[in-house]
Structure formats: structure tokens, C-alpha cells
């Protein structure tokens, strides 16, 4: 069977929107890795704050 050069547009519409999405799929894939990836690798702008870091009121009132 020898298939024509036309196609059918529905069918190539159809392969366009899966070939992007697919495209799309791995590349936020790859992203959120990344940015996972990124994130554990850099240090924190300010070391978090222990109980003797907050300041006590100056009393009642």
C-alpha cells in the first residue's frame, strides 16, 4: 500500500498538537528539575532565627 503525499489536516493537526505538547511536556520537566536541582545548591540569604535571636518585650502593658 503506498500512501499519498496529502494527508488528512485533522491528522496532522492532530500530530502537530501531540508533537508540542509532548515538547512542552519534557521541557517543564526539565525545568522543575532544574530549579530543584538549583535550589538545593544555594545557601540561604539570612540563617533562620533560633529562640535566642528574637527579642524579649519590655514587659507588661
Do not use: F, K, N, Y
Not at 521541557?27 to 540561604?44: D, F, W
Amino acid at each position: 500500500m503506498i500512501r499519498s503525499p496529502l494527508s488528512d489536516p485533522l491528522e496532522t493537526a492532530l500530530s502537530w498538537v501531540w508533537a508540542l505538547g509532548t515538547a512542552a511536556g519534557l521541557t517543564m520537566v526539565g525545568l522543575l528539575a532544574h530549579t530543584e536541582h538549583s535550589s538545593a545548591q544555594i545557601p540561604l540569604a539570612q540563617p533562620t532565627l533560633s529562640a535566642e535571636d528574637v527579642p524579649l518585650a519590655d514587659g507588661p502593658g
